[in-house]
């Protein structure tokens, strides 16, 4: 495997793109992808690139040659969105000279997963591609709720179907005349860290068979590497929900922007009668309402707890490309 993150220059351009980028998201970070990369090891060649036209940076091509698959760098196991960073306004340009540069590589099949559906990459790239060369595909992949966030939280509520609206603010009700509760952020330290996310992943086991499933020991040193370099970056928070001095639900969520994405979350099952996980859920929401954030994402899957919460479906989608 070859790899590219020690190339200082190439990082600090990607960076620059991604300030003033449409497709920008934490995933597609430098610093994400260097730590998936560093964690998992994957035995493929990295084709890390800046495409340049007239001395300016457009855009970056992050791929990786697995037996003859070009996919993006990453899993979508662990990310929920994927993609090229473009600069705003060159896009056309970008995917042109990309399509150009990608085609003169050695492959078989090209397979980009969970592009949002707004994303350039689905609409352009393909045009680059000759159908008598080529075969392209789009297929749905998945969803990822979203909900934009009002100015405060009465508005947010009031947003709410009134059946959803009316639920919430019952088992709000229901935790504070009954129980001592509190939400916390947790503080992380070189100190702290693994007592904290070993409890989140206690959690996060509990509460669903097919997560604890997930919690392997490469996942779990993943997460914990993410949460050591993002809330070093202040990006990475770790909620609890402490019902009468005991944690029963957790949930992580990365500030990127002006948006807040929860990551993944977990609670003991024990509580769940009193709606711990959803309940420490709307609080986050609570928060990022009152730090002026415009876009809290529920991120991939459709459980049913986020439409309760006010989400509406945004698409991933899939791009093949096959070579004939």
């Known amino acids: 495997m070859t790899s590219k993150f020690d190339d200082l220059e190439k990082i600090a351009s990607w960076n620059r793109i991604l300030k003033n980028s449409s497709t920008g998201t934490i995933f597609i970070t430098p610093t994400w992808q260097e730590i998936w990369v560093n964690n998992y090891k994957p035995q493929s060649d990295i084709y890390l690139e800046i495409v340049q036209k007239d001395g300016i940076d457009l855009g970056v091509v992050p791929l990786m040659d697995t037996n003859g698959i070009l996919s993006f760098i990453g899993d979508s196991d662990v990310y929920d969105y994927m993609d090229f960073p473009v600069l705003n306004g060159y896009e056309s340009l970008f995917y042109e000279s990309a399509a150009e540069m990608i085609?003169?590589?050695?492959?078989?099949?090209?397979?980009?997963?969970?592009?949002?559906?707004?994303?350039?990459t689905l609409k352009l790239l393909p045009q680059f591609f000759s159908p008598n060369n080529f075969e392209v595909s789009i297929t749905e992949s998945d969803c990822t709720p979203l909900l934009q966030l009002p100015h405060n939280?009465?508005?947010?509520?009031?947003n709410l179907r009134k059946k959803d609206r009316h639920e919430l603010r019952r088992k709000i009700r229901r935790l504070e005349s009954s129980h001592s509760f509190k939400q916390f952020r947790c503080d992380l330290n070189s100190d702290s860290?693994?007592?904290y996310m070993n409890t989140f992943f206690n959690l996060m086991a509990q509460s669903r068979e097919d997560k604890g499933e997930f919690l392997t020991d490469l996942n779990k040193s993943f997460f914990k590497e993410l949460a050591k370099i993002f809330s070093y970056q202040e990006s990475f928070n770790l909620y609890f929900l402490e019902l009468d001095e005991q944690i029963v639900a957790a949930c992580i969520c990365f500030d990127y922007e002006d948006q807040v994405l929860l990551y993944n979350s977990g609670y003991n099952p024990e509580f769940?009668?009193?709606s711990v996980g959803l309940i420490n859920k709307a609080f986050t929401?609570?928060?990022?309402?009152?730090?002026?954030?415009?876009?809290?994402n529920f991120l991939r899957g459709t459980e049913r707890y986020k439409y309760h919460?006010?989400?509406?479906?945004?698409?991933?989608?899939?791009?093949?490309?096959?070579?004939?």
């Open 103 to 120: 085609q003169s590589l050695k492959w078989e099949n090209i397979k980009l997963e969970s592009i949002p559906e707004d994303s350039p």
């Open 153 to 158: 939280w009465d508005d947010y509520q009031l």
């Open 193 to 195: 860290l693994d007592m």
């Open 272 to 274: 769940s009668s009193l």
């Open 285 to 296: 929401i609570k928060e990022s309402i009152e730090n002026e954030m415009k876009v809290y």
């Open 309 to 324: 919460l006010g989400a509406q479906d945004k698409l991933v989608m899939d791009l093949s490309i096959t070579r004939l």
